[in-house]
T-cell receptor
Framework: GQQLNQSPQSMFIQEGEDVSMNCTSS?????WLWYKQDPGEGPVLLIALYKAGELTSNGRLTAQFGITRKDSFLNISASIPSDVGIYFC?????????FGAGTRLTVKP | GAVVSQHPSWVICKSGTSVKIECRSL??????MFWYRQFPKQSLMLMAT?????????EQGVEKDKFLINHASLTLSTLTVTSAHPEDSSFYIC??????????FGPGTRLTVL
């Protein structure tokens, strides 16, 4: 089946630094989604990408749908303490949606 | 819009008892809802896809007789963990599909089986 590899697994950064994380797939996806999960809560959709090459921003967040349709990245600029959480990528193939293992972000004030 | 609620938010039960978790779409109708399980520090694992008015589709390795899913209306799906055991302790999250393939998640239910 389709596999999603998300990296890095965890990041420890200083407040104000930029963050980058990515997901790669062994096969093509039609849609890429990025979610954030705060401790003890359900994931919240951050950005949805529908076309290869698409670059979308949501405040300090920017995500891109890779040209090959096998990868996507999420950037967070000027991180703040409330950015702490787990970020998941999700890819939709023809019949299902799969989640990456998550990137756990810690921001030191 | 697109708010999904879950009840209860946490539950502690004795081994051998059954627990029901509700998932509701508050401001939209969801023909499809999903149930996930998440163990500590791990990703979301899809358990089953629930379609209104029909039987749920379970992922490989998920026991349908243990995890009973009912999607009786367009705004409510329930997951019942039958004869719960400590290894069933987990964070259970539902989501609802609004349109296309976007999913909106509930806040999760933490189940602890003693």
């Amino acid at each position: 089946g389709q596999q999603l590899n998300q990296s890095p697994q965890s990041m420890f950064i200083q407040e104000g630094e930029d963050v980058s994380m990515n997901c790669t797939s062994s096969s093509i996806f039609n849609t890429w989604l990025w979610y954030k999960q705060d401790p003890g809560e359900g994931p919240v959709l951050l950005i949805a990408l529908y076309k290869a090459g698409e670059l979308t921003s949501n405040g300090r967040l920017t995500a891109q749908f890779g040209i090959t349709r096998k990868d996507s990245f999420l950037n967070i600029s000027a991180s703040i303490p409330s950015d702490v959480g787990i970020y998941f990528c999700a890819g939709r193939g023809n019949n299902d949606m799969r989640f990456g293992a998550g990137t756990r972000l810690t921001v030191k004030p | 819009g697109a708010v999904v609620s879950q009840h209860p938010s946490w539950v502690i039960c004795k081994s051998g008892t059954s627990v029901k978790i509700e998932c509701r779409s508050l401001d939209f109708q969801a023909t499809t809802m999903f149930w996930y399980r998440q163990f500590p520090k791990q990703s979301l694992m899809l358990m089953a896809t629930s379609n209104e008015g029909s039987k749920a589709t379970y992922e490989q390795g998920v026991e349908k007789d243990k995890f009973l899913i009912n999607h009786a209306s367009l705004t409510l799906s329930t997951l019942t963990v039958t004869s719960a055991h400590p290894e069933d302790s987990s964070f259970y999250i539902c989501s609802a599909r609004v349109s296309g393939w976007e999913q909106f998640f509930g806040p999760g239910t933490r189940l602890t089986v003693l």
